[in-house]
């Protein structure tokens, strides 16, 4: 038991004859917010959904709250789960509910039997749904579809959907992509805020660079499934802040010429803004 809320040791992902995790170590303390930083394709969606017990490690260990997930089955695994939630970049909302119910629906794996709508809910669940959409700013929306709302109040739904467990850990999978720079501020705010009430373990992908100096406690830098940076944000210089754009960005040691097209990570603008990716 290392008292840590995430403990990685040499995790290795293979799928297929492609290696999307190559020997991942991390640990991260209950609390934190840290920033998985990576181009797309570096593994950072990986790493999250083996978190979640989504993905089994081909070798290496995970530990989350601490549970070994390789042994863990069934009862469980299900157990585990209920402590974590997961935020997605395409939010995953079920567009036709409103945006209570879709709230609600994060406290599915708590009740016995399908609900399908607001009054099969128990009242006790109704009041907590309302409660956490005020607290993401969206009571006003309560009852409205989800697919009215902006994506940023999409976003804020899901932020509550997953809070609704009660979790632990918020695992969040490029919560921001899709939003707009503003919005992304009020996202990535929300769950600073709401972690730090709630002492919630945090670990959010991302592919700006900016954004994870201005949320993260610390980034972990992911490239082509290694880990390549490990560092508080706390009291970084202009020379660190360029360290980390050198090292999230840059390829994979000596890429094959013919393979650097295909390579091309579709993120790569945002992370050579600072003009530093190639050092
Ligand atoms: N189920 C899968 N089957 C085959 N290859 C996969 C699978 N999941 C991921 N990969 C590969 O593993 C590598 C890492 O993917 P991953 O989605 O974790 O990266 P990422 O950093 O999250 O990027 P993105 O932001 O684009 O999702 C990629 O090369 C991807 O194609």
């Known amino acids: 038991m290392s008292g840590h809320a995430i403990t990685a040791t040499n995790v290795v992902k293979?799928?297929?004859?492609k290696?999307?995790?190559?020997?991942?170590?991390?640990?991260?303390?209950?609390?934190?917010?840290?920033?998985?930083?990576?181009?797309s394709g570096s593994g950072k969606?990986?790493?999250?959904?083996?978190?979640?017990?989504?993905?089994?490690?081909?070798?290496?260990?995970l530990n989350v709250l601490g549970q070994d997930l390789t042994t863990l089955s069934g009862k469980g695994m299900r157990q585990l789960r209920s402590k974590v939630g997961f935020v997605f970049q395409q939010f995953e909302l079920v567009p036709s509910l409103t945006a209570l119910e879709n709230v609600l629906t994060g406290a599915l794996a708590t009740l016995r039997g399908p609900r399908l709508g607001l009054?099969?809910?128990?009242?006790?669940?109704?009041?907590?749904?309302?409660?956490?959409?005020?607290?993401?700013?969206l009571l006003e929306r309560a009852y409205e579809?989800?697919?009215?709302?902006?994506?940023?109040?999409?976003?804020?739904?899901?932020?509550?959907?997953?809070?609704?467990?009660?979790?632990?850990?918020?695992?969040?999978?490029?919560?921001?992509?899709?939003?707009d720079p503003e919005s992304s501020r009020v996202v990535m705010s929300l769950i600073r805020e709401i972690a730090r009430e709630r002492n919630l373990t945090v670990l959010c992908s991302l592919?700006?660079?900016?954004?994870?100096?201005?949320?993260?406690?610390?980034?972990?830098?992911?490239?082509?499934?290694?880990?390549?940076?490990?560092?508080?944000?706390?009291g970084l210089g202009r020379a660190q802040v360029m360290e980390i754009y050198g090292k999230v960005s840059a390829e994979p040691e000596a890429p094959a010429a013919p393979a650097q097209a295909e390579a091309e990570p579709k993120h790569a603008a945002s992370l050579a803004v600072s003009g530093a990716a190639s050092s």
């Open 207 to 234: 592919h700006q660079v900016d954004l994870a100096l201005s949320w993260a406690d610390r980034i972990i830098g992911l490239r082509d499934g290694a880990v390549v940076l490990d560092t508080p944000t706390a």
């Open 145 to 179: 579809r989800a697919d009215t709302l902006s994506g940023g109040q999409q976003q804020r739904v899901a932020i509550a959907r997953a809070l609704m467990q009660e979790p632990e850990i918020l695992l969040a999978d490029e919560p921001v992509a899709s939003l």
């Open 14 to 17: 293979v799928f297929g004859d």
């Open 45 to 61: 969606s990986t790493f999250l959904r083996h978190v979640d017990g989504l993905e089994t490690p081909t070798s290496g260990t």
């Open 19 to 39: 290696a999307a995790l190559k020997g991942v170590d991390l640990a991260i303390a209950p609390g934190e917010m840290v920033v998985l930083l990576g181009l």
């Open 119 to 137: 009054a099969t809910y128990p009242r006790r669940l109704r009041v907590k749904a309302l409660e956490t959409l005020d607290r993401v700013g």
